[in-house]
Protein backbone atom coordinates (compact mmCIF):
# COMPACT_ATOMS: atom_id res chain seq x y z
CA UNK A 1 0.00 0.00 0.00
CA UNK A 2 1.65 3.43 -0.98
CA UNK A 3 0.38 6.34 0.88
CA UNK A 4 2.34 9.28 -0.41
CA UNK A 5 4.19 9.33 -4.04
CA UNK A 6 7.97 8.12 -4.50
CA UNK A 7 9.14 12.00 -5.35
CA UNK A 8 7.55 12.97 -1.85
CA UNK A 9 8.51 10.08 -0.45
CA UNK A 10 12.35 10.93 -1.52
CA UNK A 11 12.13 14.25 -0.65
CA UNK A 12 11.14 13.67 3.11
CA UNK A 13 13.77 11.16 3.92
CA UNK A 14 16.42 13.79 2.29
CA UNK A 15 15.16 16.06 4.46
CA UNK A 16 15.29 14.07 7.39
CA UNK A 17 18.22 11.62 6.96
CA UNK A 18 20.69 14.12 8.55
CA UNK A 19 18.29 14.40 12.14
CA UNK A 20 19.66 12.74 14.70
CA UNK A 21 16.30 12.82 16.38
CA UNK A 22 14.32 11.13 13.38
CA UNK A 23 17.19 8.35 12.55
CA UNK A 24 17.33 7.31 16.44
CA UNK A 25 13.54 7.29 15.97
CA UNK A 26 13.82 5.42 12.34
CA UNK A 27 16.40 3.11 14.26
CA UNK A 28 13.98 1.87 16.53
CA UNK A 29 10.61 2.44 15.23
CA UNK A 30 11.26 1.92 11.44
CA UNK A 31 9.71 5.42 9.72
CA UNK A 32 9.32 4.23 6.54
CA UNK A 33 6.88 1.40 7.99
CA UNK A 34 3.33 1.40 6.30
CA UNK A 35 1.18 2.31 9.07
CA UNK A 36 3.92 4.93 10.40
CA UNK A 37 4.38 6.66 7.21
CA UNK A 38 0.14 7.31 5.86
CA UNK A 39 -0.30 10.05 4.47
CA UNK A 40 -3.11 12.94 5.88
CA UNK A 41 -4.30 15.18 3.33
CA UNK A 42 -3.03 18.75 2.66
CA UNK A 43 -5.81 20.76 3.35
CA UNK A 44 -5.47 24.59 3.15
CA UNK A 45 -8.34 25.67 5.41
CA UNK A 46 -7.13 23.04 7.80
CA UNK A 47 -11.02 21.66 8.08
CA UNK A 48 -9.43 18.25 7.76
CA UNK A 49 -8.36 18.67 11.59
CA UNK A 50 -11.82 18.88 12.94
CA UNK A 51 -12.11 15.13 13.21
CA UNK A 52 -9.05 15.31 15.38
CA UNK A 53 -10.68 18.71 17.27
CA UNK A 54 -13.41 15.70 18.02
CA UNK A 55 -11.31 12.83 19.10
CA UNK A 56 -9.24 15.29 21.81
CA UNK A 57 -12.32 16.68 23.28
CA UNK A 58 -13.47 13.45 23.79
CA UNK A 59 -10.77 12.38 25.57
CA UNK A 60 -10.47 15.49 27.60
CA UNK A 61 -14.16 14.26 28.44
CA UNK A 62 -12.99 11.00 29.14
CA UNK A 63 -10.52 12.17 31.97
CA UNK A 64 -12.50 15.23 33.57
CA UNK A 65 -15.27 12.64 33.49
CA UNK A 66 -13.11 9.94 35.37
CA UNK A 67 -12.04 12.57 38.24
CA UNK A 68 -15.86 14.40 38.67
CA UNK A 69 -17.10 10.45 39.00
CA UNK A 70 -14.91 9.55 41.40
CA UNK A 71 -16.45 12.37 43.47
CA UNK A 72 -19.75 12.64 42.39
CA UNK A 73 -22.72 10.62 44.67
CA UNK A 74 -26.00 10.14 42.94
CA UNK A 75 -28.59 10.04 45.16
CA UNK A 76 -31.75 11.95 46.28
CA UNK A 77 -31.71 11.87 50.14
CA UNK A 78 -31.51 14.61 52.13
CA UNK A 79 -27.79 15.15 53.16
CA UNK A 80 -26.29 18.44 55.20
CA UNK A 81 -23.81 20.24 53.02
CA UNK A 82 -20.78 21.06 55.14
CA UNK A 83 -18.59 23.12 52.60
CA UNK A 84 -17.33 26.37 52.41
CA UNK A 85 -20.42 27.64 50.44
CA UNK A 86 -22.10 29.86 52.74
CA UNK A 87 -25.61 30.09 50.80
CA UNK A 88 -25.64 26.62 51.72
CA UNK A 89 -23.71 25.88 54.25
CA UNK A 90 -25.46 24.00 57.21
CA UNK A 91 -28.37 23.21 55.31
CA UNK A 92 -30.15 20.27 54.00
CA UNK A 93 -30.30 19.75 50.15
CA UNK A 94 -30.29 16.25 47.88
CA UNK A 95 -27.16 13.82 48.16
CA UNK A 96 -26.61 14.43 44.75
CA UNK A 97 -26.79 18.29 44.85
CA UNK A 98 -24.15 18.21 48.05
CA UNK A 99 -21.45 16.13 45.99
CA UNK A 100 -21.47 18.79 43.21
CA UNK A 101 -21.30 21.87 45.50
CA UNK A 102 -18.25 20.25 47.15
CA UNK A 103 -16.28 19.16 43.82
CA UNK A 104 -17.38 23.07 42.64
CA UNK A 105 -16.45 25.21 45.58
CA UNK A 106 -14.33 22.73 48.69
CA UNK A 107 -12.02 20.33 46.21
CA UNK A 108 -8.59 22.21 44.49
CA UNK A 109 -9.17 22.35 41.40
CA UNK A 110 -12.49 21.23 41.39
CA UNK A 111 -14.55 24.19 39.65
CA UNK A 112 -11.84 24.13 36.63
CA UNK A 113 -12.12 20.81 35.91
CA UNK A 114 -15.84 20.67 35.99
CA UNK A 115 -16.25 23.57 33.81
CA UNK A 116 -13.50 22.44 31.36
CA UNK A 117 -15.78 19.10 31.10
CA UNK A 118 -18.99 21.95 30.72
CA UNK A 119 -17.29 23.37 27.89
CA UNK A 120 -15.53 20.37 26.31
CA UNK A 121 -19.36 19.08 25.69
CA UNK A 122 -19.78 21.93 23.97
CA UNK A 123 -17.08 21.73 21.80
CA UNK A 124 -17.33 17.79 21.12
CA UNK A 125 -21.06 18.45 19.87
CA UNK A 126 -19.89 21.64 17.77
CA UNK A 127 -16.65 20.17 16.23
CA UNK A 128 -18.37 16.90 15.05
CA UNK A 129 -20.84 19.00 13.60
CA UNK A 130 -18.81 21.23 11.56
CA UNK A 131 -16.87 17.88 10.70
CA UNK A 132 -20.39 16.77 9.38
CA UNK A 133 -20.71 19.94 7.86
CA UNK A 134 -17.32 19.83 6.24
CA UNK A 135 -18.11 15.83 4.77
CA UNK A 136 -21.38 16.69 3.49
CA UNK A 137 -20.32 19.82 1.46
CA UNK A 138 -17.16 18.21 0.00
CA UNK A 139 -19.07 15.19 -0.59
CA UNK A 140 -16.42 12.88 1.27
CA UNK A 141 -19.54 10.56 2.54
CA UNK A 142 -19.80 8.84 -1.26
CA UNK A 143 -18.66 5.88 -2.57
CA UNK A 144 -17.19 3.65 -1.06
CA UNK A 145 -17.17 6.27 2.49
CA UNK A 146 -20.83 5.50 3.09
CA UNK A 147 -20.73 3.21 6.25
CA UNK A 148 -18.03 5.57 7.62
CA UNK A 149 -20.93 8.44 7.20
CA UNK A 150 -23.31 6.30 8.99
CA UNK A 151 -20.79 5.60 11.92
CA UNK A 152 -20.45 9.28 12.10
CA UNK A 153 -23.58 10.99 12.05
CA UNK A 154 -24.45 7.96 14.98
CA UNK A 155 -21.61 9.27 16.82
CA UNK A 156 -23.49 12.75 17.18
CA UNK A 157 -26.71 11.31 18.08
CA UNK A 158 -25.03 9.59 20.77
CA UNK A 159 -23.05 12.31 21.80
CA UNK A 160 -26.64 14.94 22.16
CA UNK A 161 -28.00 11.95 24.32
CA UNK A 162 -24.69 11.94 26.12
CA UNK A 163 -25.82 15.86 27.26
CA UNK A 164 -28.97 14.84 28.08
CA UNK A 165 -28.05 12.32 30.24
CA UNK A 166 -25.61 14.45 32.31
CA UNK A 167 -28.44 17.08 32.49
CA UNK A 168 -30.32 15.27 35.97
CA UNK A 169 -26.95 14.29 37.68
CA UNK A 170 -26.50 18.06 39.74
CA UNK A 171 -30.03 17.45 40.53
CA UNK A 172 -30.86 21.02 40.52
CA UNK A 173 -33.41 23.13 39.43
CA UNK A 174 -32.20 23.66 36.14
CA UNK A 175 -31.06 19.81 35.42
CA UNK A 176 -34.10 18.70 36.45
CA UNK A 177 -36.80 20.94 34.76
CA UNK A 178 -34.77 20.34 31.57
CA UNK A 179 -34.51 16.35 32.53
CA UNK A 180 -38.41 16.42 33.24
CA UNK A 181 -39.32 17.71 28.93
CA UNK A 182 -37.02 14.94 27.96
CA UNK A 183 -38.84 12.59 30.65
CA UNK A 184 -42.25 13.69 29.19
CA UNK A 185 -41.48 13.20 25.53
CA UNK A 186 -40.01 9.63 25.84
CA UNK A 187 -43.32 9.03 28.23
CA UNK A 188 -45.68 10.31 25.05
CA UNK A 189 -44.49 7.60 22.51
CA UNK A 190 -48.04 5.69 22.53
CA UNK A 191 -48.40 2.36 24.01
CA UNK A 192 -44.86 1.89 25.13
CA UNK A 193 -44.06 5.30 26.23
CA UNK A 194 -44.63 5.01 30.47
CA UNK A 195 -43.35 1.55 30.16
CA UNK A 196 -39.87 2.02 28.36
CA UNK A 197 -39.22 5.07 30.86
CA UNK A 198 -40.02 3.06 33.76
CA UNK A 199 -37.60 0.11 32.05
CA UNK A 200 -34.98 2.64 31.18
CA UNK A 201 -34.69 5.01 33.68
CA UNK A 202 -36.59 2.86 36.32
CA UNK A 203 -40.01 5.28 36.83
CA UNK A 204 -41.19 8.82 36.78
CA UNK A 205 -38.97 11.90 37.36
CA UNK A 206 -38.35 13.25 39.71
CA UNK A 207 -40.82 11.27 42.09
CA UNK A 208 -38.05 8.28 41.56
CA UNK A 209 -34.88 10.51 41.76
CA UNK A 210 -33.64 8.03 44.17
CA UNK A 211 -33.55 5.65 41.73
CA UNK A 212 -33.02 7.46 38.44
CA UNK A 213 -29.84 9.67 39.55
CA UNK A 214 -27.62 6.24 39.84
CA UNK A 215 -28.72 4.76 36.43
CA UNK A 216 -28.20 7.84 34.85
CA UNK A 217 -25.00 7.96 36.36
CA UNK A 218 -24.44 4.80 34.77
CA UNK A 219 -25.31 5.68 31.13
CA UNK A 220 -23.16 8.92 31.18
CA UNK A 221 -20.04 7.96 32.75
CA UNK A 222 -19.92 4.29 31.88
CA UNK A 223 -22.46 2.84 28.98
CA UNK A 224 -22.19 5.57 26.22
CA UNK A 225 -18.50 6.50 26.81
CA UNK A 226 -17.70 3.42 26.11
CA UNK A 227 -20.24 2.63 23.14
CA UNK A 228 -19.12 6.53 21.79
CA UNK A 229 -15.36 5.34 22.07
CA UNK A 230 -15.99 1.99 20.38
CA UNK A 231 -17.74 3.86 17.76
CA UNK A 232 -14.61 6.08 17.63
CA UNK A 233 -12.18 2.91 16.96
CA UNK A 234 -14.03 1.72 14.03
CA UNK A 235 -14.29 5.19 12.33
CA UNK A 236 -10.72 5.33 13.01
CA UNK A 237 -10.30 1.53 11.69
CA UNK A 238 -12.61 2.73 8.63
CA UNK A 239 -10.78 5.55 7.68
CA UNK A 240 -7.35 3.80 8.07
CA UNK A 241 -8.63 1.15 5.84
CA UNK A 242 -10.07 3.35 3.39
CA UNK A 243 -7.41 6.24 3.33
CA UNK A 244 -9.03 9.49 2.98
CA UNK A 245 -10.36 11.80 0.30
CA UNK A 246 -7.98 14.37 -0.51
CA UNK A 247 -8.78 17.78 -1.93
CA UNK A 248 -7.37 17.78 -5.51
CA UNK A 249 -4.01 19.74 -5.98
CA UNK A 250 -0.66 20.20 -8.17
CA UNK A 251 0.73 17.36 -6.69
CA UNK A 252 -1.86 15.19 -7.94
CA UNK A 253 -1.85 16.08 -10.94
CA UNK A 254 1.82 15.68 -11.18
CA UNK A 255 1.49 12.13 -9.47
CA UNK A 256 -0.89 11.26 -12.24
CA UNK A 257 -3.56 10.35 -9.02
CA UNK A 258 -6.91 9.68 -11.17
CA UNK A 259 -10.23 10.29 -9.36
CA UNK A 260 -11.29 6.84 -8.58
CA UNK A 261 -7.66 5.75 -7.44
CA UNK A 262 -8.23 4.84 -3.51
CA UNK A 263 -4.27 3.25 -3.41
CA UNK A 264 -2.30 6.73 -3.20
CA UNK A 265 -2.93 9.66 -0.90
CA UNK A 266 -0.74 12.89 -0.82
CA UNK A 267 0.10 14.39 1.81
CA UNK A 268 2.24 14.62 4.96
CA UNK A 269 3.65 11.36 6.57
CA UNK A 270 2.18 10.43 10.08
CA UNK A 271 5.45 10.10 11.87
CA UNK A 272 6.60 12.90 11.97
CA UNK A 273 4.65 15.07 10.32
CA UNK A 274 1.01 14.82 11.72
CA UNK A 275 2.30 13.72 14.84
CA UNK A 276 3.76 17.42 15.69
CA UNK A 277 0.21 18.61 13.99
CA UNK A 278 -1.68 16.22 16.15
CA UNK A 279 0.45 17.17 19.42
CA UNK A 280 -0.28 21.17 18.44
CA UNK A 281 -4.24 20.74 18.08
CA UNK A 282 -4.61 18.72 21.48
CA UNK A 283 -2.60 21.41 23.33
CA UNK A 284 -4.47 24.09 21.76
CA UNK A 285 -7.83 22.39 22.50
CA UNK A 286 -6.90 22.18 25.69
CA UNK A 287 -5.82 25.73 25.81
CA UNK A 288 -9.45 26.81 24.34
CA UNK A 289 -11.30 25.04 26.90
CA UNK A 290 -8.91 26.02 29.85
CA UNK A 291 -9.27 29.97 28.62
CA UNK A 292 -12.86 29.46 28.66
CA UNK A 293 -13.69 27.45 32.08
CA UNK A 294 -11.29 29.91 33.61
CA UNK A 295 -13.32 33.45 31.75
CA UNK A 296 -16.81 31.73 31.57
CA UNK A 297 -17.87 29.27 34.22
CA UNK A 298 -21.15 27.94 33.05
CA UNK A 299 -24.22 26.00 35.09
CA UNK A 300 -23.48 27.47 38.44
CA UNK A 301 -25.12 25.62 40.93
CA UNK A 302 -26.17 28.38 43.36
CA UNK A 303 -28.46 30.53 40.36
CA UNK A 304 -30.49 27.47 40.13
CA UNK A 305 -30.51 25.88 43.71
CA UNK A 306 -31.34 22.38 44.66
CA UNK A 307 -34.48 20.48 42.98
CA UNK A 308 -37.75 21.65 44.02
CA UNK A 309 -40.91 19.35 43.63
CA UNK A 310 -43.45 22.66 43.83
CA UNK A 311 -41.71 24.50 41.72
CA UNK A 312 -41.17 25.07 37.86
CA UNK A 313 -38.17 28.00 37.48
CA UNK A 314 -38.56 30.00 34.55
CA UNK A 315 -36.39 31.07 32.34
CA UNK A 316 -35.06 27.41 31.79
CA UNK A 317 -34.19 26.35 28.22
CA UNK A 318 -32.23 23.33 26.58
CA UNK A 319 -28.20 23.72 25.46
CA UNK A 320 -27.80 24.87 22.33
CA UNK A 321 -27.59 21.44 20.91
CA UNK A 322 -31.24 20.13 22.13
CA UNK A 323 -33.06 23.53 21.05
CA UNK A 324 -33.96 22.40 17.54
CA UNK A 325 -35.62 20.02 18.73
CA UNK A 326 -36.78 22.71 21.80
CA UNK A 327 -38.40 24.40 18.79
CA UNK A 328 -40.13 22.06 17.11
CA UNK A 329 -42.02 21.08 20.24
CA UNK A 330 -42.66 25.18 21.16
CA UNK A 331 -44.05 25.83 17.17
CA UNK A 332 -46.36 22.13 16.76
CA UNK A 333 -49.85 23.28 16.01
CA UNK A 334 -52.19 22.62 18.68
CA UNK A 335 -54.89 20.69 16.44
CA UNK A 336 -51.95 18.17 15.57
CA UNK A 337 -52.81 15.14 17.93
CA UNK A 338 -50.28 13.61 19.95
CA UNK A 339 -48.13 16.54 19.84
CA UNK A 340 -44.90 15.92 22.11
CA UNK A 341 -45.27 12.92 20.63
CA UNK A 342 -44.92 14.00 16.82
CA UNK A 343 -42.86 16.69 17.69
CA UNK A 344 -40.28 15.30 20.02
CA UNK A 345 -39.96 11.99 18.31
CA UNK A 346 -41.23 11.51 15.43
CA UNK A 347 -40.34 14.53 13.85
CA UNK A 348 -36.26 14.80 15.30
CA UNK A 349 -36.36 10.75 14.28
CA UNK A 350 -36.96 11.97 10.66
CA UNK A 351 -34.52 14.03 10.36
CA UNK A 352 -32.21 12.29 11.99
CA UNK A 353 -33.01 9.16 9.62
CA UNK A 354 -32.81 11.44 6.38
CA UNK A 355 -29.11 12.29 7.91
CA UNK A 356 -27.68 9.28 8.17
CA UNK A 357 -29.23 7.66 5.03
CA UNK A 358 -28.10 10.12 3.26
CA UNK A 359 -25.34 8.63 1.23
CA UNK A 360 -27.46 5.88 0.33
CA UNK A 361 -29.59 8.87 -0.83
CA UNK A 362 -27.54 10.85 -2.75
CA UNK A 363 -25.80 7.97 -3.78
CA UNK A 364 -22.78 7.46 -6.10
CA UNK A 365 -22.19 3.63 -7.92
CA UNK A 366 -18.51 4.45 -8.56
CA UNK A 367 -15.73 4.83 -5.79
CA UNK A 368 -14.85 8.98 -5.73
CA UNK A 369 -11.27 9.61 -4.39
CA UNK A 370 -11.29 13.28 -4.56
CA UNK A 371 -13.36 15.68 -2.74
CA UNK A 372 -15.93 17.66 -4.42
CA UNK A 373 -16.40 21.43 -4.71
CA UNK A 374 -19.43 22.46 -2.93
CA UNK A 375 -20.28 25.41 -5.80
CA UNK A 376 -20.28 22.28 -8.37
CA UNK A 377 -22.80 20.48 -6.76
CA UNK A 378 -26.00 22.46 -6.96
CA UNK A 379 -28.25 20.15 -5.69
CA UNK A 380 -26.60 18.77 -2.71
CA UNK A 381 -25.32 22.10 -1.46
CA UNK A 382 -28.89 23.67 -1.68
CA UNK A 383 -30.07 21.11 0.27
CA UNK A 384 -26.91 21.62 2.99
CA UNK A 385 -27.57 25.45 3.56
CA UNK A 386 -31.76 24.31 3.71
CA UNK A 387 -30.93 22.44 6.11
CA UNK A 388 -28.63 24.80 8.45
CA UNK A 389 -31.25 27.47 8.03
CA UNK A 390 -34.06 25.33 8.99
CA UNK A 391 -32.25 23.74 12.26
CA UNK A 392 -31.21 28.01 12.80
CA UNK A 393 -34.75 28.80 12.47
CA UNK A 394 -36.18 26.03 14.82
CA UNK A 395 -33.57 26.76 17.72
CA UNK A 396 -34.91 30.87 16.92
CA UNK A 397 -38.71 29.09 17.48
CA UNK A 398 -37.47 27.38 20.99
CA UNK A 399 -37.14 31.02 22.30
CA UNK A 400 -40.86 32.30 21.08
CA UNK A 401 -41.38 34.02 24.40
CA UNK A 402 -38.80 36.31 23.99
CA UNK A 403 -39.29 36.72 20.02
CA UNK A 404 -43.11 37.52 21.35
CA UNK A 405 -41.62 40.32 23.95
CA UNK A 406 -39.40 41.51 21.13
CA UNK A 407 -41.99 42.29 18.20
CA UNK A 408 -44.86 43.19 21.42
CA UNK A 409 -47.13 40.21 20.22
CA UNK A 410 -48.55 37.44 22.43
CA UNK A 411 -46.24 34.22 22.96
CA UNK A 412 -49.09 32.14 20.64
CA UNK A 413 -49.25 34.44 18.34
CA UNK A 414 -44.97 34.29 17.76
CA UNK A 415 -44.96 31.03 17.69
CA UNK A 416 -47.31 30.68 14.51
CA UNK A 417 -45.24 33.04 12.63
CA UNK A 418 -42.20 31.35 13.62
CA UNK A 419 -43.98 28.35 12.24
CA UNK A 420 -44.71 29.47 9.19
CA UNK A 421 -41.18 31.26 8.80
CA UNK A 422 -39.38 28.07 9.66
CA UNK A 423 -41.21 26.52 6.91
CA UNK A 424 -40.37 29.40 4.24
CA UNK A 425 -37.42 30.51 5.44
CA UNK A 426 -35.20 27.60 4.44
CA UNK A 427 -36.95 26.96 1.23
CA UNK A 428 -36.27 30.36 -0.10
CA UNK A 429 -32.79 29.84 1.04
CA UNK A 430 -32.03 26.69 -0.25
CA UNK A 431 -33.51 27.71 -3.67
CA UNK A 432 -31.64 30.96 -3.96
CA UNK A 433 -28.56 28.98 -3.14
CA UNK A 434 -29.82 26.29 -6.04
CA UNK A 435 -30.44 28.72 -8.78
CA UNK A 436 -27.60 30.53 -8.18
CA UNK A 437 -24.99 27.52 -8.37
CA UNK A 438 -26.51 26.31 -10.92
CA UNK A 439 -26.39 29.24 -13.47
CA UNK A 440 -22.69 29.66 -12.57
CA UNK A 441 -21.88 25.84 -13.37
CA UNK A 442 -23.84 26.67 -16.68
CA UNK A 443 -21.63 29.87 -16.97
CA UNK A 444 -18.66 28.00 -16.51
CA UNK A 445 -19.76 25.62 -19.58
CA UNK A 446 -20.80 28.37 -22.12
CA UNK A 447 -17.95 29.48 -21.65
CA UNK A 448 -16.41 26.59 -22.36
CA UNK A 449 -13.98 26.18 -19.76
CA UNK A 450 -13.09 22.24 -19.38
CA UNK A 451 -16.01 20.25 -17.48
CA UNK A 452 -15.16 18.40 -14.71
CA UNK A 453 -16.94 15.25 -13.78
CA UNK A 454 -18.90 17.35 -11.18
CA UNK A 455 -19.80 19.68 -13.79
CA UNK A 456 -21.18 16.47 -16.18
CA UNK A 457 -22.69 15.04 -13.02
CA UNK A 458 -24.88 18.31 -11.87
CA UNK A 459 -25.43 18.94 -15.91
CA UNK A 460 -26.66 15.64 -15.89
CA UNK A 461 -28.41 14.46 -12.92
CA UNK A 462 -32.00 15.22 -13.36
CA UNK A 463 -32.90 15.08 -9.87
CA UNK A 464 -30.87 18.43 -9.64
CA UNK A 465 -33.39 20.42 -11.65
Do not use: C
Request: aromatic residues 12%; glycine residues 10%.
Amino acid sequence: MSTITESDESEETAKYEESRVYGWLDDRLDLNDEFLGKAFPEDRYASFLLGEVTLFTFIILVLTGTFLGMLYRPGAAATTYEGILAEYAGTEVPLAFASVLRITYDVPMGMFIRMVHHWGAYLFVAAMGLHMLRVFFSGAYRNPRELNWVVGSTLLFLGIGEGFMGYALPFDEYGSTATGIGFTVAGSIPVIGETLTKIIFGGLWPDNAAVILPRMFFYHVFLLPLIIGGLIAVHMLLLIRQKHTEQQGSRDDDAGVSDDDESVVTGVPLVPNQVAVTIIVFLSVFGVLALLAGFFPVQRLPVWGPNDPFSTPSGVAPDWYFMWVFGILKVIPGFIPKGEFVAGVVAPGIIATVLVLWPFIDYERDAVHFTADPIKRPFQTSVGVGAIVFIIMLSVAAMNATVGSLINVETSTASTYLLYLTIIVPIVWGLITYYVLKRGVERRSDSGATPTEDDSDTAAAPSDD
